[in-house]
């Protein structure tokens, strides 16, 4: 763990910012407080600015009336940045008005991150870091489930799907499409450091992520590559023995189904393993297009019945929302 944190680090060695120093993005500046007396104190100095002040479970937010410029303030520091701030943000900033979009979602989560180091800023160490500590608070939920899920949580829902997916994976190769941060394939080498494990995305920036991760803690048989489910240039990796895409398809366009189901069937040797969330209606920012019900998961797992052309089965599970299991059977 020392190693892995040292590898983290690199030019930032501490978790403390030495001076305050705040992150502008558009009209929004984010501002890291060490504490809550520090906090507090802000408080009162933006008050005694005129400005209205909001708070949320995690987030003060500083308005001043008939201007466009808002100060965020937290106190994270640069050990709680992990992938839950993804759902605080999602859940506590909305009604402000501060994400309309998936973009200024991305912007505002990377402001929240940067916000809690010193300048000069490295992205690379930023995510770098942001990627670690959600790595270890996977490690630990995968290893010791709580007791009870937290109502507003990234990791808890993934790690239960993550557990989960170990559980079924099988045979000595296994893909990881749509890999995002790269959590499942590092998780996956970590645990069965005997097969050969890939993860692909068709975010470069996921792709560069990943690959960080890799390095940081150093696991082998792992590798990652641009590609997209939607376009046939994914067939050229070959087949898996088993195949994750992990609330990827509710990214897609419902009239893309069809292809990047074949794609992922055709990859597949033995058994593909869907899991998407479901949901009364897409949340934009999160970049969703289609919903998933318990019902058109079922009809889905038809649907590659059909498609498979070969003796198989499917089943369909309640983990963190929906989870479809394909499998073709010998014969």
């Keep these: 763990m020392e190693d892995e944190l040292h ?15 705040a992150v502008r993005v558009g009209n929004l500046v984010v501002l890291a407080q060490p504490d809550q007396v520090a906090l507090d104190q802000q408080k009162q100095h933006f ?42 943000i999602e859940n506590e900033l909305p009604s402000f008005g501060l994400i309309p979009t998936a973009k200024d979602f991305g912007a505002t ?21 942001f990627c670690f500590n959600s790595l270890v608070k996977l490690r630990d939920q995968i290893d010791h489930p709580l007791p009870t899920s937290p109502e507003v949580s990234y990791i808890a829902p993934f790690a239960t799907i993550y557990r989960r997916v170990l559980d079924l994976y099988t045979g000595q190769s296994f893909l990881d499409v749509g890999c995002s941060f790269g959590f499942l394939p590092v998780l996956m080498a970590e645990r069965v450091p005997t097969i050969c494990v890939m993860g692909c995305d068709n975010n470069l920036d996921a792709i560069r992520f990943s690959t960080d991760l890799v390095e940081v803690t150093g696991v ?52 593909l393993i869907i899991a998407v969330p479901y949901e009364q209606q897409a949340i934009a920012i999160y970049g969703h297009e289609c919903v ?22 499917f089943w369909c599970e309640d983990i963190a929302g929906g989870m479809l299991i394909v499998e073709r059977l010998p014969g």
């Design 7 to 21: 590898e983290i680090n690199g030019r930032t060695q501490n978790s403390v910012l030495s001076k305050q120093e």
């Design 47 to 88: 008050l005694a600015r005129a400005y209205q002040i909001s708070e949320t479970q995690h987030f003060v937010l500083c308005q001043k009336p008939f201007s466009h410029k808002t100060v965020l303030m937290h106190t994270f520091g640069q050990a709680e940045i992990d992938a839950d701030l993804i759902c605080f």
């Design 220 to 271: 082998r048989h792992v590798t990652f590559t641009l590609q997209d489910v939607l376009n046939a240039t994914i067939l050229g990796l070959g087949t898996f023995d088993t195949v994750a895409a992990l609330h990827l398809l509710e990214h897609l366009p419902e009239r893309d189904l069809p292809i990047a189901f074949t794609h992922l069937l055709r990859m597949t040797s033995k058994r």
């Design 109 to 129: 989560l990377f402001a929240v991150l940067a916000s809690t180091f010193p300048s000069p800023r490295d992205q690379r160490t930023i995510w770098r870091r």
């Design 292 to 313: 998933f019900t318990k019902e058109k998961l079922q009809q889905w797992g038809k649907w590659c019945l059909e498609a498979l052309e070969v003796p198989g089965r």
